[in-house]
């Protein structure tokens, strides 16, 4: 499992006020972005139009893992906070840890998809405290360090605790978008808005502790992945442990349909000025683009969410250009696109 630092928990446990719950909201923002990026590389691999379940379901995490960013920045600006996207300390290293994660813990990179991905790396992003097991499988996780789950728990116990019945925040900066339920992303005005939206967060990522279901009916994050790592759907099932099997359709996956991503891509290892160094260059340029426009969305224009969809469409086609190119000087290989983040002249802006 993705190991968090038991010191955030405890920063969590020993604040007196809002203002020192920011940095630690500031955390699960760029913990939330920071699993984008890898899902994505993933995604971007798998050819047009091949392994379409396998894509399907990543694409699925992917529009969940920004809705609970989007979420993670409302309850900062709820609370009276500033959420901080357009720095280069937002963005992690790949490979690495993931932000509040334990340094010798699991390192996460950008690669292409494969079962081994989807197991070593996804699955242990999103494991619960107490994953369900389902056929007597299971990964054998250690107890020994704190989840997600567990953190933001402990946020929403504290805001309970200590915030007013309503937030202070400047309910102006509220994002909500046609591109989200709106019983999902909603403005969060009060203490009750802000326990609510946790709960969304948290059971989407690992289901209840007697359900892989999150609110809405849908499987959590990590029990979609299993799927994907099994090959088969997870189903109800009355005469299983859990009430659920992985009895049903098989999820097909032919690592043919994968391009060759040479893993953790740097724009560096590409000839300078060369048509893929160009590439790759247009891929941080639009990255830079998102980062900048997600920054305004959750500082005053919030409004301004619809408007990246379309450098999200941008980003989109220039990865997948990438991930068919193939690598110079590395035979057998394609370009996996790199996520760095670059500073951009406004002049230049996509």
């Known amino acids: 499992m993705l190991k968090i630092d038991s010191k955030f928990i405890q920063k969590v446990q020993q604040s007196e006020a809002l203002e020192e ?16 990026p890898p899902y994505l590389t993933a ?51 790949y490979p690495g840890p993931l932000p509040m994660g334990i340094g010798n813990g699991l390192i996460v990179g950008l690669e292409k998809y494969s079962k081994a991905c989807v197991k070593n790396v996804f ?14 499988y299971s990964l054998g996780a250690t107890q020994d360090f704190s989840t997600i789950g567990q953190f933001y728990l402990a946020l929403q116990k504290k805001i309970e605790e200590i915030a007013p019945l309503e937030l202070p925040g400047d309910k102006s900066k509220q994002v909500t978008s046609s591109f989200f339920d709106p019983a999902l992303l909603f403005p969060i005005y009060t203490r009750h808005d802000a326990v609510n ?9 690992e289901g209840t502790s007697i359900s892989p279901l999150d609110q809405d009916g849908e499987l959590a994050h990590y029990y979609r992945f299993e799927e994907l790592f099994k090959g088969k759907k997870l189903i109800k099932d009355d005469n299983a442990p859990n009430g659920f099997s992985f009895t049903g359709p098989d999820i097909p996956f032919n690592p043919d349909e994968v391009y060759p991503l ?80 670059i500073t951009v002249p406004s002049s230049v802006l996509v």
């Open 197 to 205: 939206a946790i709960n969304i967060i948290v059971e989407q990522g």
């Open 43 to 93: 995604m971007f691999s798998i050819k047009p139009g091949k392994n379409l379940v396998d894509r399907r379901i990543i694409h699925s995490i992917v529009i969940e893992e920004m809705m609970h960013m989007t979420i993670a920045a409302n309850i900062l600006n709820a609370l009276g906070g500033q959420p901080y996207i357009n720095n280069s300390d937002f963005v992690p290293e």
């Open 123 to 136: 699955m242990e992003i999103e494991e619960p405290e107490n994953p369900l097991v389902f056929k007597s």
């Open 262 to 341: 040479f893993p953790n891509t740097k724009i560096d290892m590409l000839p300078k000025g060369s048509e893929e160094w160009n590439r790759m260059n247009q891929f941080n340029t639009s990255y830079f683009s998102l980062l900048q426009g997600l920054h305004k969305t959750f500082n005053g224009d919030p409004a301004g969410l619809d408007n990246t969809i379309g450098i999200m469409y941008d980003l989109k086609l220039t990865a997948e250009k990438l991930c068919a190119t193939p690598f110079p000087n590395k035979e057998g290989y394609t370009i996996g696109p790199s996520f760095e983040y």
């Open 21 to 36: 719950l920011y940095p630690l909201l500031q955390n699960a923002i760029e913990l939330e972005h920071s699993t984008i």
